[in-house]
């Protein structure tokens, strides 16, 4: 199984996070240079835990509670979170026996394994598999899990999982390994 060897939630710190923010702090200089090639910028899972833990918990959705992002081999990315699926069940306003989210509530671990494929300043993920307490589900149920817990003014729909991204301050590709990524600029 690729989750093998995954680091756990908590085992980050606030020195991990100040690490992270001065090498974004390179690559958006690099950037502002007006360079176009030539930087490769390594950066490790406890790093980028960190800094969401650390630099971004008051843009994390209410709702979504100890987020985790794994590096695996091979542009795989496992990610986890506990989030509360009430909110979802509610928004969707379904009566119906048949929908799997009118019997889901409260506050339950999340897991989604997929493939990370990026390339000329775009990337993309592939979704591998998802669970909800450790239950299989349908790709169609956590594009509704994301849509929800995403939508902005900017984004009134949510994020589509399946949607292609450009990715930000120049740069050109991320290549993951166990552990670790590199943003290539």
């Given at each position: 199984?690729?989750?093998?060897?995954?680091?756990?939630?908590?085992?980050?710190?606030?020195?991990?996070a100040a690490r992270l923010q001065?090498?974004?702090?390179?690559?958006?200089?690099?950037?502002?240079?007006?360079?176009?090639?030539?930087?490769?910028?390594?950066?490790?899972?406890?790093?980028?835990?960190?800094?969401?833990?650390?630099?971004?918990?008051?843009?994390?959705?209410?709702?979504?509670?100890?987020?985790?992002?794994?590096?695996?081999?091979?542009?795989?990315?496992?990610?986890?979170?506990?989030?509360?699926?009430?909110?979802?069940?509610q928004s969707r306003k379904s009566?119906?026996?048949?929908?799997?989210?009118?019997?889901?509530?409260?506050?339950?671990?999340?897991?989604?394994?997929?493939?990370?494929?990026?390339?000329?300043?775009?990337?993309?993920?592939?979704?591998?598999?998802?669970?909800?307490?450790?239950?299989?589900?349908?790709?169609?149920?956590l594009q509704e899990i994301v849509?929800?817990?995403?939508?902005?003014?900017?984004?009134?729909?949510?994020?589509?999982?399946?949607?292609?991204?450009?990715?930000?301050?120049?740069?050109?590709?991320?290549?993951?390994?166990?552990?670790?990524?590199?943003?290539?600029?």
């Amino acid at each position: 199984m690729l989750a093998a060897g995954v680091v756990g939630a908590g085992q980050v710190s606030r020195l991990d996070a100040a690490r992270l923010q001065s090498k974004l702090d390179r690559i958006n200089a690099f950037r502002a240079s007006g360079k176009t090639t030539g930087l490769r910028t390594p950066v490790t899972e406890t790093e980028l835990n960190a800094y969401v833990r650390y630099e971004m918990s008051d843009r994390i959705p209410a709702g979504v509670q100890d987020p985790w992002i794994s590096f695996l081999q091979n542009g795989h990315l496992l990610g986890k979170a506990s989030v509360d699926l009430g909110r979802v069940a509610q928004s969707r306003k379904s009566a119906s026996a048949l929908d799997p989210f009118a019997y889901m509530s409260g506050v339950l671990p999340v897991e989604v394994n997929g493939i990370l494929t990026t390339k000329n300043g775009t990337g993309s993920f592939a979704l591998e598999s998802a669970s909800i307490s450790s239950v299989p589900v349908p790709a169609w149920m956590l594009q509704e899990i994301v849509s929800y817990y995403s939508k902005s003014e900017a984004s009134p729909q949510g994020v589509a999982i399946d949607k292609p991204f450009m990715l930000p301050s120049g740069i050109r590709e991320i290549q993951l390994a166990q552990g670790q990524a590199v943003v290539v600029q």
